[in-house]
């Protein structure tokens, strides 16, 4: 079946393009939407790599253009950017919009199995197969190279993307990402949801349960700030140093004195990210 | 009389501080905004330079910080950058939220002469005494060094105070800013309520009529997008160009091919006008 793609805007941005789409997506049986950073490089015709980006909680694909500094280096490193909303909006599913932890921008990027979420609240799939058809129709991306990244929730949405896809993802890093969702309140509540009560059936979409479970991948970059006022009931990075410790996982996790949960950290530390990927996408 | 500075809130970035204040201002009647960006030297107790920023319309004291990307680029140069608020909010005149373009977010800059804005629209007089008084007390700013610029209605906000000052702001420079208000829409409407019919009472705030009247001020950078969707109604370069010239006020206007109007201009571009405030600041 063709796709359609709807441009919503395309801005001008350090030699490259900004630009926000729409489309009507199958996996999440709606409409969703993106955005793309297509850098100078990518004019004259060049495929360069694809750098994925998974945005936190209450977030929309316009949040990491907007606040997270990344283009002026990506323009430098000829990366492509691309970020997916956090969720489907406008379902129609009854208390959709009512609670900022579950439902609309909270889509965890997992496949919700119950109802009413699973016809919609499909992000994994949307994001590791959908979106990247899509980009690669239609944008100049060299799909052989993917890196993924993420922040808070997305940073585990990055997470999980790579664990269950090993052999593709050749870079992989994170921002404070939630470390096991089935052990931190946003996680369990987030789950339970849209994966049931069972706490069996959440495994396949925790970060440390798929490493416990033999999953690796490439060596992985964490920021964390010391000030985050989510890090020690929700994002529990010692339970992700402790699950790669005894994975034989390669971690570099970095604590950032003084450093808060918001995109004024984020931005503080993308280039060491971008230049991260950057050396396995572009190698 | 003792100044109270209250914070909203602080946040660590690039090894410096972004913070957001908020006072009751004497020059505009009530609660005023602004932010700093404190650079890591002077965290070690060194004064540093003080770089003011104007916004455009419906701007606020977040939309630099968020937007711009200038933190990175300000903690290696040493320099502060000081963000106001774009007018009083909240003041209880009527219809003060109903336009855009004037009132709320629209204070152009100037010290309102006609009621009812005259006892809270009083920019230029916040911006250039009580402002810098501010950050003098509670920052460490080095106080005889200051530059300023701007975006759109703020780009010519930066205009005004320096050549009413020529004496005062060691660099300047704007981003596409607004060229002469007397000459166009938004400049004629807002000085019109604010300065009151007779376009005579205008000049004063005019940039190119200042610069016509015999203010000098140093060598001005300025950036325009060529797709910027305000250029020829609004912005019209080409009377600032012409009025420098006339006046042999030395100009630097850059046009910047497939840019628009808003920070993915602004923040490609942020970087050459920060090296070009720090030539002067930092000599």
Redesign the interface.
């Known amino acids: 079946m063709e796709t359609t793609l709807q441009t919503v805007s395309e ?5 490259g393009t ?1 630009g926000f789409y729409k489309h009507t997506s199958q996996a999440c049986g709606g409409e969703m939407r993106f955005s793309v950073y297509v850098p100078p490089q990518a004019r004259a015709g060049t495929q360069v790599p694809v750098l994925y980006y998974l945005s936190g909680l209450s977030c929309s694909e316009e949040t990491f ?3 997270a ?1 990344a ?2 280096l990506a323009a430098e490193l000829g990366l492509m950017l691309v970020v997916p909303d956090t969720s489907p909006r406008h379902t129609g599913i009854p208390q959709e919009d009512a609670d900022w932890e579950v439902g609309t921008a909270a889509g965890f990027y997992v496949d919700a199995t119950q109802a009413p979420w699973a016809p919609r609240f499909r992000m994994y799939s949307y994001v590791t197969q959908e979106l990247p058809e899509l980009v690669g129709k239609h944008f100049p991306a060299r799909m052989d190279r993917e890196g993924i990244f993420g922040h808070s929730m997305g940073g585990h949405g990055a997470l999980i993307c790579a664990l269950r896809q090993p052999d593709r993802y050749r870079s992989v890093s994170a921002f404070a990402p939630i470390s096991a969702p089935v052990r931190c309140p946003w996680g369990q509540k987030a789950f339970g949801k849209y994966l049931g009560p069972d706490p069996e059936a959440w495994r396949a979409w925790d970060a440390t349960e798929l490493l416990r479970g033999g999953a690796r991948i490439p060596p992985l970059l964490v920021d964390q ?1 010391t ?1 985050d006022k989510f890090l020690t009931e929700q994002l529990k990075p010692e339970l992700l140093r402790q699950a790669c410790e005894q994975a034989g996982q390669p971690l570099t996790l970095r604590t ?1 004195d ?3 949960h ?4 984020v ?2 530390f993308m ?1 060491d990210h971008l230049r991260h990927h950057a050396a396995a996408l572009t190698a």
């Open positions: 801005h001008a941005c350090f030699g900004v253009q907007i606040k500094g283009q002026r700030g000030r950032q003084g450093y808060d918001g995109y004024y950290f931005s503080t280039a």
